[in-house]
């Protein structure tokens, strides 16, 4: 139990469906993250929040968009995903993103199956 | 173009063994992260290192950051069959957290 929480942890959905992913941090953290893990792919950074303003968006397609309400709370909103999206997004958040010696606590992920 | 690489990729060993796992770098990071990684869960945070040259120890496992903060490794003594894993170096810059493709290790009873 790392502190931080994802739901749901397997969903199947189909491109013409709308679905979000939460995360929840429970570490007082100020920072979070959302990051997709492919087969055979590094882990790729999507987007980072810093005291809830988005400060990176790696290049991430449109058809995901990240919302950050408060420092503890992270949705991922995805609408006509395509098949390759298929892949386990990880939730993390740290102090602060940024500082020296800052460390990313990862939840356990979400498994998205795109039909 | 990848920024970490880590090797080997594959590993699989016998109990008892050691080995090293290498992480590598043309890049200077201002900390270093190794995770572990069970099929299904998300990284787990093993250590981070901040200063070059700095060495870690978690019993059986011993981290190494380079001098030049480019480069690390993990070194583990007498392994286990609960050693098994995705091993992971993530390398800091600015705001982001760059992955090596993982070092997938087996340890057979």
């Known amino acids: 139990e790392t502190g931080v929480t994802q739901t749901p942890r397997h969903l199947v959905m189909g491109m013409t469906n709308k679905k979000s992913l939460k995360c929840e941090q429970h570490?007082?953290?100020?920072?979070m993250y959302w990051y997709k893990q492919s087969a055979k792919k590094p882990l790729e950074l999507m987007f980072v929040?810093?005291?809830?303003?988005?400060?990176e968006n790696n290049s991430v397609p449109s058809r995901f968009s990240p919302e950050c309400p408060n420092s503890s709370h992270l949705f991922l909103h995805l609408h006509t995903l395509q098949p390759e999206d298929s892949a386990l997004y990880l939730c993390?958040?740290?102090?602060?993103?940024?500082?020296?010696?800052?460390?990313?606590?990862f939840g356990p992920g979400t498994r998205l199956t795109v039909l | 173009t990848q920024l970490l690489e880590q090797s080997p990729q594959f590993l699989s060993i016998q109990e008892g063994e050691n080995l090293t796992v290498y992480c590598n770098s043309s890049?200077?990071?201002?900390?270093l992260q190794w995770y572990r990684q069970e099929p299904g869960e998300g990284p787990v945070l093993l250590v981070t290192?901040?200063?070059?040259?700095e060495v870690k120890k978690l019993k059986r496992l011993t981290f190494q950051f380079g001098d030049a903060r480019k480069d690390s490794s993990l070194h583990i003594t007498a392994a286990q069959p609960g050693d098994t894993g995705l091993y992971l170096c993530?390398?800091?810059?600015?705001?982001?957290?760059?992955f090596g493709q993982g070092t997938r290790l087996t340890i057979n009873p």
């Open positions: 929040y810093n005291f809830k303003e988005q400060t």
């Open positions: 993390a958040s740290s102090q602060v993103a940024g500082a020296l010696g800052d460390t990313q606590y």
């Open positions: 570490l007082g953290h100020n920072a």
């Open positions: 993530a390398g800091a810059r600015a705001q982001k957290l760059v």
């Open positions: 290192v901040v200063t070059g040259g």
């Open positions: 890049s200077v990071f201002s900390s």
